[in-house]
């Protein structure tokens, strides 16, 4: 189990994108499954981030694709394509977002779905914001630690390599929609 924390804005999930992307690039895509749990961004984004990252461009040209750069757009093709290869063909990459659920047995329910269908395959879950799962407690810290001991049954019992992001500071953070809100209120 492999998490890093920072505060919020500070290019968390940019950084979980870099490492997944990375690892799908340099590795045998038949050996494992790499399983991405976005409970920040709809899958749709993390897909346009990934493409960004992969034709080196910057996210708004993927985004806006039919008014990018002339000489972008074969390498955002390209990018497209091997990532509906990796989706498709590989079945080496699976990604979720909320629409799975927020706590930990949400998560622990999809993967163990993954591995029972693909039995074979190691499995890496990156997680992108911890800080923003659930759980059937009211306290934030007991919900941390119930999620927390799923992360590591997975880890233990299933062999399962997770690398989440942690965000710092999220009882204090205004402007920005979370699951736990301001300091003082319940999870939902």
């Known amino acids: 189990f492999m998490g890093f924390t920072a505060p919020q804005n500070s290019g968390k999930s940019a950084l979980l994108n870099n490492f997944a992307t990375a690892v799908l690039q340099n590795n045998d895509t038949s050996k494992f499954l790499l399983l991405y749990w976005t409970i920040d961004?709809?899958?749709?984004?993390?897909?346009?981030?990934?493409?960004?990252?992969?034709?080196?461009?910057?996210?708004?040209?993927?985004?806006?694709?039919?008014?990018?750069?002339?000489?972008?757009?074969?390498?955002?093709?390209?990018?497209?394509?091997?990532?509906?290869?990796?989706?498709?063909?590989?079945?080496?990459?699976?990604?979720?977002?909320?629409?799975?659920?927020?706590?930990?047995?949400?998560?622990?329910?999809?993967?163990?779905?993954?591995?029972?269908?693909?039995?074979?395959?190691?499995?890496?879950?990156?997680?992108?914001?911890f800080s923003n799962m659930t759980g059937p407690q009211k306290d934030d810290f007991a919900i941390e630690g119930y999620n927390i001991n799923v992360l590591h049954d997975l880890r233990t019992k299933y062999e399962v390599a997770v690398i989440s992001s942690f965000e710092t500071n999220k009882e204090g953070s205004e402007g920005r929609f979370t699951n736990k809100g301001q300091k003082g209120s319940q999870s939902k």
Request: proline share 3%.
């Open 41 to 129: 961004d709809n899958k749709y984004t993390l897909y346009d981030k990934m493409v960004a990252n992969i034709a080196k461009v910057p996210i708004y040209e993927v985004n806006a694709f039919n008014n990018s750069s002339t000489e972008n757009r074969p390498k955002i093709v390209k990018a497209m394509n091997v990532v509906e290869k990796w989706i498709k063909h590989d079945q080496c990459l699976s990604v979720k977002d909320s629409d799975i659920g927020k706590s930990g047995d949400d998560c622990k329910n999809w993967v163990l779905a993954m591995k029972e269908r693909f039995p074979d395959r190691n499995i890496m879950l990156v997680i992108d914001n």
